[in-house]
């Protein structure tokens, strides 16, 4: 058994590089929060997601593309079959060429990404003074501190500091790396009115939304957190087996 | 006689008489090879890097349907095996994260032969080959994570490609043939993933020539002495019985990083898409060749830095004869163990600097840990085994089971 923990050790202490180059951040403290879908049993609560779609619907969605995001993918979020029809129906895509070799409008399907609210990068470039909207498919999983950091930089728009010269178009957000950034303070009391009653001051409605962008990042977390459940209790109960065969064998040999 | 066999022993017998696979395996890891009998669990680890090896070769068979090599493409097919790909998320995590633990399992195996001095005779070309795989696995890790096509992917590329310019007269001629032109782009990433999928077999070819080796002297031991006949057992069952449990002890540490932390290894920015004109705040590999990326950051000159990042790999070619003493385990060896830690403890830091910005402090630390690597291996290695006093080794791995040397 000593053994063992020597090993384990071992792998840990190796492991440690990866663990403080992960764990580094820039020095800004993120206000952690409680996601639904941390820890082994964490998943996504629907109804925040589909909240959080409400507010990317009605305000991000103006700049902000989800390339990744097909709108039969809401069938997972609870939509039936129908209602991923009808919300489909609400915007359009553009296909062809057609046999006249025209392209044309048409009403999106649920195989349909959702339509770029820009038709390219210049385009969305020159809309927002030149800073460039990224996509937010994965926007979560592509910055350090996580839906943590997407949250709280939603909320960290304040007035600069004395003597802190803001670039013009620009605006302050104390999360943000190097404080200047160029996507205006969007999210506050009331932007929103859910459907459901939910409370939509500025906290929960930025919660919500970043709920909703972690779903898009990572579709298959519900998945994977009840798969891992069974894998790693039959792995538990494999090992278990495995060491009582292995002293059993063992047992007539000195050692 | 012979109708008294069942009609599967006659088949068997049949094949065997033909193609003598059956028994070459039994040879190789079965009843016919004799193993010490007092292999401590870190022994383990060389079947936990066979294991994690062909788990890297079978995922990555899978993903490799659904992956498109081209450069306006691989990003969105790595999404698509995420998203779309029947349970693409899980082939894709085991893959990223089963090459971090296949390097956790090599590594730990790598310390373990160089605690119990696996690597001297009569196993230096034993540890040769090993030496070789894990310079294949670097590459091959490597050039696999750069085919997501990525932000970190596109300039870890860009990076560890330009050091070849360093090469006196054709360095440039190097740089454009590893490119396929004249800068990382489609072709880079033709040829890296044409080249990840051939490697890992090269690594399997090499396995194979590493347990040929490996059945020459025989297994080596934590005493380090040579193992009697009557202190051997075969491999099988007792060692598959004990690597089947070791196995499974790893797999609740990867398991639990796949299914939970899938993304704790990895560097957010490259689930940005690779772009030319954005150079990401700070350029680090993953973390296995963090050490080795140290040790090129900590010598000023790009040349230097270069030979020095692959002088470190190749010196253990010659550990061999560096180390000058004759026995081999630690156990037996008070001021080696003391050494032996201390190198761990500083390939450890210099992992942690080869993750920071090359200034200040980690600086000083990844030129000091640099400067010990080398001094460990040339200087202290032969030093130690001349003027060391080993104590006195057992006669025999039963006799020190029976009662422990001291």
Redesign the interface.
């Known amino acids: 058994m000593r ?2 923990l ?3 050790t ?2 840990v ?10 764990a ?1 951040e820039h020095e800004v403290h993120l206000a952690k929060q409680e996601w639904s879908f941390n820890g ?1 049993l964490g998943k996504f609560d629907k109804e925040q997601v589909q909240r959080g779609f409400q507010v990317y619907k009605d305000v991000c969605s103006a700049c902000h593309s989800l390339q ?1 995001l097909a709108f039969r ?1 809401f069938e997972d979020l609870g939509y039936s079959e129908e209602q991923v029809k009808a919300l489909a129906g609400q915007y359009e895509v553009t296909d062809g060429p057609n046999d006249e070799g025209e392209m044309f409008k048409r009403k999106a399907k649920a195989s349909d990404h959702l339509p770029h609210p820009f038709p390219n990068d210049q385009a969305a470039r020159a809309a927002n003074g030149g800073a460039l909207p ?1 996509d937010l ?2 926007v979560t ?4 501190g ?1 839906p943590d950091y997407i949250y709280n930089l939603l909320l960290a728009y304040e007035e600069p500091p004395k003597g802190f010269e803001l670039l013009p178009g620009l605006n302050y957000n104390k999360v943000f ?1 190097g404080n200047q950034i160029a996507m205006a303070k969007q999210i506050q009391d009331g932007l929103v009115t859910y459907a459901d009653g939910a409370p939509n001051d500025a906290a929960h409605v930025a919660k919500d939304v970043t709920a909703f962008l972690h779903w898009v ?1 990572e ?2 977390l519900d ?3 009840s ?3 069974r ?2 209790l039959y ?2 109960l ?2 278990v087996l ?2 009582l ?2 002293r059993r ?2 047992a007539k ?3 | 006689m012979d109708n008294q066999k069942s009609v599967w022993r006659r088949a068997f017998e049949w094949h065997e008489a033909r193609l003598p696979i059956i028994s070459y395996i039994d040879h190789a890891v079965g009843t016919q090879y004799p193993a010490p ?2 292999l ?3 022994w ?1 680890f060389g079947f936990i890097a066979g294991f994690m090896l062909m788990t890297m070769i079978l995922t990555g068979i899978f993903l490799a349907m659904n992956y498109t090599d081209h450069t306006s493409m691989a990003f ?1 097919s790595v ?1 698509h095996i ?2 779309d790909v029947n349970y693409g ?2 082939i894709r ?1 085991m893959h990223f994260n089963g090459a ?1 633990f296949f390097f ?1 399992a090599v ?2 195996h790598i ?1 373990r032969g160089l605690y119990y001095g696996s690597y001297k005779a009569p196993r230096e070309v034993l540890w040769w080959i090993g030496v070789i795989i894990l310079i294949v696995m670097m590459a091959t890790a490597f050039m696999g994570y750069v085919l997501p096509w990525g932000q970190m992917s596109f300039w870890g590329a860009k990076v560890i490609t330009s050091l070849f310019t360093a090469i006196p007269v054709v360095g440039d001629a190097i740089t454009t043939l590893l490119w396929g032109g004249f800068g990382v782009d489609n072709p880079t990433l033709n040829r890296f993933f044409s080249l990840h999928y051939l490697l890992p077999f090269v690594i399997l070819g090499l396995v194979v020539l590493h347990i040929w080796a490996l059945h020459i002297p025989g297994s080596n031991n934590p005493l380090g002495i040579d193992a009697a006949p009557a202190d051997k ?1 075969p491999f099988h ?2 060692y598959t ?2 690597d ?2 070791g ?3 790893f ?3 990867y ?2 990083v ?3 932390a ?4 990895g560097d ?2 490259n ?2 898409k690779a772009n030319p004109l954005v150079t990401p ?1 700070s350029i ?1 590999p ?2 296995y060749l ?2 080795f990326y140290a040790i090129l950051r900590a010598i000023p000159n790009k040349l230097l830095g270069f030979i020095a990042m692959f002088g470190a790999l190749l010196v253990l070619f010659v550990l061999p004869w560096l180390d000058t003493s004759r026995v081999r385990s630690a156990t037996f060896r008070p001021v080696y163990r003391v050494f032996f830690w201390l190198f ?1 403890l500083n390939a ?1 830091m210099l ?2 600097c ?2 920071q910005h090359p200034e200040g402090l980690p600086l000083v630390l990844s030129r000091l840990g640099t400067a010990w690597y080398f001094l460990h291996m040339i200087v202290i290695l032969p030093v130690v085994g001349w003027l060391e006093t080993p104590k006195p080794l057992p006669v025999s791995i ?1 006799q020190s ?2 009662k422990p040397a001291e």
């Open positions: 053994n063992i020597l090993v384990a071992a792998a202490a190796l492991a440690i590089p990866s663990v403080i180059n992960a580094e082994v990744y993918n990224p498919s994965l999983k592509a910055r350090e996580g790396p990042a579709p298959k998945a994977r957190h798969t891992g459940l894998v790693l792995t538990l494999f090992t495995a060491y065969a292995k064998i063992w040999i000195e050692h | 009998k007092n401590n669990y870190f383990n969105d999404e995420m998203r998320w899980l995590y971090s956790i590594y730990i310390f057992i069952p007792y019985a004990k089947a449990f196995v499974g002890v797999l609740l540490f398991f639990a796949v299914f939970y899938p993304n704790a290894l957010p920015v689930y940005v705040n680090v993953e973390w963090l050490p761990l450890i992992g942690w080869g993750a039963s089971v029976l």
